[in-house]
């Protein structure tokens, strides 16, 4: 069974960046069968797809038009995991963020994290 | 982008009613639709993917089907473990969801 395990801050000062890690049981984040995604819900956004990481052969990663430039996502093969930086952050980056591995769709999702960007 | 539109915001329904979500593309996704369903708290949870195949361990009383713009998602017979929102989601183009059905008790 899949386990996705996330970690991170839950305040974060605006203008800085939001770091969260999601560590992997039971799959690879080198997996050539699924891709690591980054997801986030708020009230006034709902549901939102971030962006993403994968590995075929080499890593790739695809990340929301609206957030290209402040987003990275960056695999951790010797750890399992993979990462998300978000900078800059604003308090309307304030949302429930979760992360997902995806095969024919989001099949499993970590336990959520609230991140709240406020001075 | 492709934008998602689904229909109704909240459903009042009993248990045992048969219901029905639906959701709309803005733009052809072919059969690239999931359906998930949410709890208060929780991670949404798959439902249904490509359209209408449906997730291992789900009942069969869900059902998905459609295909280009226009999707639905049916319960058969509601039960008490189903009131939740649902959402449905595209990926064919990048990825976008819905902005949830929420199934309330009446």
């Known amino acids: 069974q899949v386990h996705l395990q996330q970690s991170g801050p839950g305040l974060v000062k605006p203008s800085q960046t939001l770091s969260l890690t999601c560590v992997i049981s039971?799959?690879?984040?080198?997996?050539?069968?699924?891709?690591w995604t980054w997801i986030r819900q708020s009230p006034s956004r709902g549901l939102e797809w971030l962006g993403r990481?994968?590995?075929?052969?080499?890593?790739?990663?695809d990340y929301a038009l609206s957030l290209k430039g402040r987003i990275t996502i960056i695999p951790d093969a010797s750890k399992n995991q993979f990462s998300l930086q978000l900078m800059s952050v604003t308090p309307q980056d304030t949302a429930v963020y979760y992360c997902?591995?995806?095969?024919?769709?989001?099949?499993?999702w970590g336990q959520g994290a609230m991140v709240t960007v406020s001075s | 982008d492709v934008q998602m539109t689904q229909s109704p915001s909240t459903l009042s329904a009993s248990v045992g009613d048969r219901v029905t979500i639906t959701c709309r593309a803005s733009?052809?996704?072919?059969?690239?639709l999931a359906w998930y369903q949410q709890k208060p708290g929780k991670a949404p949870n798959l439902l249904i993917y490509?359209?209408?195949t449906l997730e291992g361990g789900v009942p069969s009383r869900f059902s998905g089907s459609g295909s280009g713009t226009e999707f639905t998602l049916t319960i058969s017979s509601l039960q008490p473990d189903d009131f939740a929102t649902y959402y449905c989601?595209?990926?064919?183009?990048?990825?976008?969801f819905g902005q949830g059905t929420k199934v309330e008790i009446k």
């Open positions: 997902a591995r995806e095969t024919d769709a989001f099949d499993f």
């Open positions: 039971g799959d690879s984040v080198s997996s050539i069968s699924a891709t």
């Open positions: 990481t994968y590995y075929k052969s080499k890593w790739y990663n």
């Open positions: 733009q052809s996704i072919s059969g690239w």
């Open positions: 490509k359209a209408s």
């Open positions: 989601q595209q990926y064919s183009n990048y990825r976008t």
